[in-house]
């Protein structure tokens, strides 16, 4: 005698089992993006002063200032 059963499909009898939180992990993660993200902008405000300074600056800035006492 050979027995019919109805099998559902593999993934509709797997239970899905959510994740454990890996919280030290997702907070490191957080703050080397935080990181990242404060150097890039500390870089681009060098640049932009870089670039301030070398339009405020005329062709005869470039000599040194003589300081008065």
Same mark, same amino acid.
């Given at each position: 005698? +050979? *027995? +019919?059963?109805? !099998?559902?499909?593999l993934?509709?009898r *797997?239970? @899905?089992?959510? %994740?454990?939180?890996n919280? +030290?992990? /997702?907070? &490191? /993660?957080? /703050?080397?993006?935080?990181?990242? @993200? !404060?150097?890039? @902008?500390? /870089? =681009? @405000?060098? &640049?932009? *002063?870089?670039?301030?300074?070398? !339009? +405020? %600056?005329?062709p005869?800035d470039?000599?040194?200032?003589? =300081?008065e =006492?």
């Amino acid at each position: 005698m +050979s *027995r +019919s059963v109805a !099998l559902a499909p593999l993934n509709a009898r *797997r239970h @899905k089992i959510a %994740r454990t939180p890996n919280y +030290s992990f /997702e907070r &490191q /993660e957080r /703050e080397r993006a935080k990181a990242n @993200k !404060l150097a890039q @902008k500390a /870089e =681009d @405000k060098r &640049q932009q *002063r870089e670039r301030d300074r070398a !339009l +405020s %600056r005329g062709p005869d800035d470039d000599a040194p200032v003589a =300081d008065e =006492d």
